[in-house]
């Protein structure tokens, strides 16, 4: 890794805890306080209404945080800002800039990159993680202990703003008129009421409205509406959806928060790649480039903060498709020991983690993998939790009968043996 990757890593953990004052987490609910007002008229006051105008709604920040955050150069915010002002604006856009009391990154940091760092490959990875390319002897609490935010991966998460990709935060356009106002202007009110308190509720508000603006079909002008392929506009979607997302981080950012905002929030991250995805699988092939690493960079963004929230299936395949079977495997144990109980039932969530674990393993993990996760579904069944329905204790032996089927290749006739046992000690008690 180089050395200024490295600094920046260190500034961008510095200075998502440097605003907790202490060693306990920051309360989330907290908004920072403001920059004193520039005095009316003046060169700053001028620069900051321009900014609020021109450049704000874009950059899903309203006041300019990103552009004074993430360092950049007074040249780079002139030569960008008189795409959209002349040039004796833009010089006061950067004075304005320069007043901000933010913390400063570099602009090219990777956002949320986990640990800071990058590690060399897929099988780096479990090294650096378990001192050994294997899936060790884990108790469900010490897999719980291993912290997904802070874990380093194989692979870059976006950077905030990228000029030659699609691979950033900032989206490339404004949400549109029609989606803020959409049912009695519920996403603008709340975007209104966040600016006048921005609180992590108040955020939460323009998640939800957003969202729902985004996908509800009584929405003429709602691009997401996955359903009525007719309707959907993919590109549209996923710039609406990086803004959302794009205002998420910054709040954060703002409050050196480095944990869940709300599921909805991080939901909202993982369905960027998910509109990725949808657009890849469309009848006619849409214009988002890069899918694959949007989807992975994406979900995994939304994965690490809430990891018992989605299915297996999609990041883990995604993962496993690009030679990182290792990072699917942990993705899907450490899935399958952060859902609540009876979570997902009806998608058998973690059974599903069981079969997907099984199937991605390297072959010398397999029986590590598949006894852990059948030990971890025996706690839970010894535990009192069952599938609820008849269909789901069905699906459940489905998945389990698919894990032993997967293994059975990658593993030895001693080990399979094992498995079946264990298998059966399970479903014995579903
Ligand atoms: C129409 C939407 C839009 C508006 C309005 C807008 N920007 Fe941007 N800006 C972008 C996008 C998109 C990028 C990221 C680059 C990319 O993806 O092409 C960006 C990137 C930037 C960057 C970072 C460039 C880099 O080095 O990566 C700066 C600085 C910037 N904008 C400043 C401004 C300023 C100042 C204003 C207001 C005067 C402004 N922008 C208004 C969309 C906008």
Redesign the pocket.
Known sequence: MKQGAFAAAVLLVAALHGCSGGDGPLDPAQPPAPPPPPPPGSDLALGQA??ER??G???ASRD?FD?AYFS?ADT??VR??V???DTAT?LR?VAYIRSLNTAHVP?KVKLFQPGGTVVASDAQFAIDLFGSDTWPVLSTAQLRAIDPRVTPIAFSLPPW???QS?L?W?????PPAAILSYNGSRAGAALTAYHTNPTTANLGAVVSAMRDAERAGANPAAPCLFNTPSRVNYVACFELRRWTAALIAQHMLRGGINQSVGGEAHEQWWDVGNTARMAQQASTPSAIVNPAVNQIDWMYLGWMFEPGLHESFYLENLLAGRGLRRHAVFVALRGQVSRPPNSWDEHQAIYDDLRMAVRHAPNSWTASVATFALNHLLERLNGGERPLTTANRTRAITQIDGAITEATPKVSAAQLQALVNLAAQVKAKL
Request: charged share 25%; glycine share 4%; net charge negative.
């Open positions: 321009a900014v021109e450049c709604i874009c950059h300019g552009l950049y780079t915010i960008r800002a795409k959209h002002v833009a856009i602009a703003s990228d000029e699609n950033d900032l989206p490339d356009s404004a």
